[in-house]
């Protein structure tokens, strides 16, 4: 019997059987990553091998301590297995570009210098960067499998996975470990994100800095309000006591922020910029972003690029604003916002603000309110009255920080809030903030 006939190729027919295209040379595959991340706005970019990390021992020692606080995440058995070994997330993975996106802008009037207005950390003022990094990652993924014409296995990572983002961000020659812990570059700075592809191509890989330039500088642990930073250990790794940091306060921590933290917090309600601020590198090279999504916005506006839901929503020119801005808030009208589910969807839609969730904000911005309001001889009406009314908010979080800062006011009215609540408050973590609240204060103004 005769087979079906061999089709002869050296005679020029043409082969019907797809072949993948040839690997491309790694020097050709970090020149074009490189110039696709640009291309997104992404800069410095680098490349380096998705080898276990080399710290992977400290790691676990600093959850041991317990520094990492209730941000499970991190301490999770399988979660630390996969931190040491980006492998671990793509068993396939021959490199990984880490991508820096610049977020920086000047802080607006008002903040943080006036304490009756909330200080949201500049990067979460504008767009929630996880979608605005991992699309521009996703697009360079897509644009590398074009130009080369096959499809190449990847993953991009925005904080939305288990990867060490700076180890892989310094093994990459972005930047060194500062004392602050930010990765800093030495001539942009530290504010940026990082965004990492695994990729299962090969590409030539960049060196590190391999110097740290904080030299005798401490700036940053000096100006850090509560002590979190506790600077290098005998290996030279940067140490903070994440628990003690008013970023992770506010924003991870789920529960009641200790009382002898509140007040060290200032009007800070989001988030913290501090030891960024004062760090010479960002006073130096900090430039405002080109990313016109990261921007500050108005009252009743969303972030550049995010749709409004309904018809009648907020910024629409019928609607009056559901939310206030980012750029300096009112407190009172930032608690207003988040004792309502509906203003909190509004304001927090499209925002790594979000993260924090309505209660969690609510209870950041009582915290502010009671260090606005603990230093005033007259305390205005209106945020006695917004702090009045969050004592009958349905989380009990919200109602005992309420209750706390209300107990900074030596107001008649501050008092007979509290006693109102006093007399049907159920909840015995709420009952014993209002009872510290009410030996706290005392009654000399109306
Ligand atoms: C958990 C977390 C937090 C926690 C804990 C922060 C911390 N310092 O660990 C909290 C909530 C406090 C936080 C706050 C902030 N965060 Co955060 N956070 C993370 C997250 C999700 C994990 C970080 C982590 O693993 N921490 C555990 C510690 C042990 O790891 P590490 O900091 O990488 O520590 C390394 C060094 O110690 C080093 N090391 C060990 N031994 C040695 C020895 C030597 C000699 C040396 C030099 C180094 C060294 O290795 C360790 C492991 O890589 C990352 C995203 C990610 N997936 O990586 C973002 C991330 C680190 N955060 C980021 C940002 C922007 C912030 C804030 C600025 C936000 C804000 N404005 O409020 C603040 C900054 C506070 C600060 N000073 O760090 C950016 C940082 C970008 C940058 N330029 O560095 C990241 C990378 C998110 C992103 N994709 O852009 N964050
Ligand atoms: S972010 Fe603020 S609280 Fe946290 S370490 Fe830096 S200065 Fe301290
Ligand atoms: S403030 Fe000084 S010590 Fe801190 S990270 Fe910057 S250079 Fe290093």
């Not at 991190?74 to 980006?86: K, V």
């Not at 909330?118 to 699309?135: C, E, N, Q, S």
């Not at 921590?253 to 988030?271: K, Q, S």
């Not at 430039?287 to 995010?306: K, L």
Request: proline content about 9%; hydrophobic content about 35%.
């Amino acid at each position: 019997m005769k087979g079906p006939a061999t089709p002869d190729f050296r005679s020029g027919e043409e082969d019907p059987t797809p072949h993948p295209a040839p690997h491309p040379a790694p020097q050709e595959v970090a020149a074009r990553l490189k110039a696709l991340a640009r291309g997104e706005g992404f800069d410095p970019v680098g490349i380096t091998l998705p080898s276990p990390s080399r710290h992977s021992g400290f790691l676990r020692g600093w959850v041991e301590e317990g520094r990492h606080g209730t941000m499970d995440y991190l301490a999770r058995p399988d979660a630390l297995e996969r931190r040491g070994d980006p492998r671990r997330s793509l068993p396939v993975a021959r490199s990984a570009l880490v991508v820096a996106h610049e977020y920086f802008q000047e802080d607006p009037e008002g903040v943080p210098g006036d304490p009756s207005r909330g200080v949201i950390a500049r990067y979460a003022r504008g767009r929630d960067y996880h979608r605005v990094v991992k699309k521009g990652l996703d697009r360079v993924h897509r644009g590398l499998e074009e130009e080369l014409g096959r499809s190449v296995a990847g993953r991009s990572y925005v904080d939305t996975g288990p990867l060490l983002e700076r180890e892989l961000g310094e093994r990459a020659g972005l930047g060194w470990f500062g004392r602050n812990t930010m990765l800093i570059h030495p001539r942009r700075g530290s504010y940026f994100f990082l965004g990492v592809l695994l990729l299962e191509l090969e590409a030539e890989v960049d060196e590190p800095l391999g110097r740290d330039h904080c030299g005798s500088c401490r700036a940053c642990l000096d100006a850090c309000p509560t002590g979190a930073l506790l600077g290098r250990d005998a290996d030279g790794a940067p140490v903070m006591d994440a628990t003690l940091c008013i970023s992770y306060l506010t924003i991870e921590n789920r529960g009641p922020i200790p009382r002898e933290l509140r007040p060290l917090m200032g009007n800070r309600v989001y988030g913290c910029d501090i030891c960024q601020e004062v760090c010479p590198f960002n006073v130096k090279f900090a430039e405002e972003a080109v990313e016109s999504g990261y921007a500050a916005r108005g009252p009743g506006e969303r972030p550049v690029g995010v749709e409004a839901s309904g018809p009648a929503g907020p910024g629409s020119e019928s609607a009056a604003p559901l939310h206030p801005g980012t750029d300096a808030p009112s407190l009172v009208d930032l608690l207003s916002m988040a004792l309502s589910e509906e203003g909190w969807e509004s304001f927090s839609r499209g925002s790594a603000i979000r993260r924090a969730g309505r209660a969690g904000f609510a209870r950041n911005v009582c915290v502010a309110l009671g260090n606005w309001l603990s230093g005033k001889e007259e305390p205005p009406s209106e945020a006695v009255r917004v702090l009045a009314a969050a004592l009958s908010d349905p989380e009990s979080l919200v109602r005992g920080h309420a209750a706390w800062a209300l107990g900074r006011i030596s107001s008649a009215a501050a008092r007979s809030a509290l006693e109102r609540r006093a007399s049907v408050e159920e909840d015995p973590w709420v009952r014993s903030e209002i009872i510290s609240a009410l030996e706290e204060s005392t009654p000399t103004r109306k």
